[in-house]
Every structure is written in C-alpha cells, then in structure tokens.
C-alpha cells in the first residue's frame, strides 16, 4: 500500500480524520485497561495544539494511520499510534515507526519512546517486532502496581 506520509498543521481539516481514527483505533481497549485511555479526553483542540508542539502524521486520504511524535531530552515519544482496522497487516505500523526513526535522526535524538498498557500483550509482540525493548514499567496516579511498559528502540539513522 502506498500512501503518501503528510505531516499536518494545526488548522488542517484532516486533523478530524486523524481523531476519529485514533477514538476508533483505542475503542477496544475500553473495559481491558485501567486506568482507561487518555484518548477519552483527547480533543481536536488538542491535537491542533500538538501541531505546534510536537508533530502529527498520516498516511491515506482518508486517513488510514496516524501517529503523534513529541521531542523530548535523549528521545522522540511515540503517542497514539492508529491504523484503521480494514489497513491492519499491511506495514503501516511499521512505515510509521520508520518516519520516527527519520524524524528522530533528523532531530539528532539517540531514540525512539512509546508506552502501552501491561494489558496489551498483543501491542508488547508487535513492537518487539518493531525493534523495541522494555526500558521501564510505570504506574498511574493512585496504583501500586505498574499500569504501562516504557519501551524503546535506538534510533536507525536510516
């Protein structure tokens, strides 16, 4: 498949596209995840910030996939990564984590970083498949047991 990577400014209409995608792509982990997903409480408004920010991608018209991108000390974070069901098992996961491993080289940060829930064991195979390691677990305000894995991948300066 392929569909043209387009980085999108903070009043791009497709930018309603990309939550629809993402609300849709995190709808199934309702009821598996506790603490639930910030992605309930993510807005439009949010995400035109994010722009500015830090940076948000696609794939498709419509959008097919997305992913938010944010520099941080030592690292480029990797948040809301989506693929719409009817494009999973088609590389785009992967053609999206290749644009961080470029975005990152480009920014001179030595990693890539994301998180997923320690209830996701199918995120935890998939990004291992992706080159990533565990790096730490953390816990949400008000649990003692750890509720994400922070996982990380050096950079490819592909």
Request: glycine share 6%.
């Amino acid at each position: 498949m392929a569909l043209k990577a387009q980085q999108h400014r903070a009043h791009d209409p497709a930018l309603a596209e990309v939550l629809t995608l993402i609300q849709a792509s995190f709808a199934s982990m309702e009821g598996r995840i506790d603490p639930p997903s910030s992605m309930q409480r993510l807005t439009l408004a949010e995400l035109q910030g994010h722009c500015t920010m830090g940076e948000v991608w696609s794939l498709g018209v419509p959008v097919t996939a997305c992913v938010l991108f944010t520099a941080k000390p030592n690292r480029l974070y990797i948040g809301k990564l989506s693929v719409a069901a009817h494009a999973r098992r088609q590389g785009l996961s992967r053609r999206l984590i290749d644009l961080a491993h470029h975005r990152a080289a480009a920014l001179g940060l030595p990693w890539l970083e994301l998180q997923t829930r320690i209830e996701l064991v199918e995120n935890h195979a998939t990004f291992a498949a992706l080159g990533f390691s565990e790096h730490a677990r953390t816990a949400h305000a008000g649990f003692s047991r750890p509720t994400s894995i922070t996982l990380r991948c050096a950079v490819d300066p592909r």
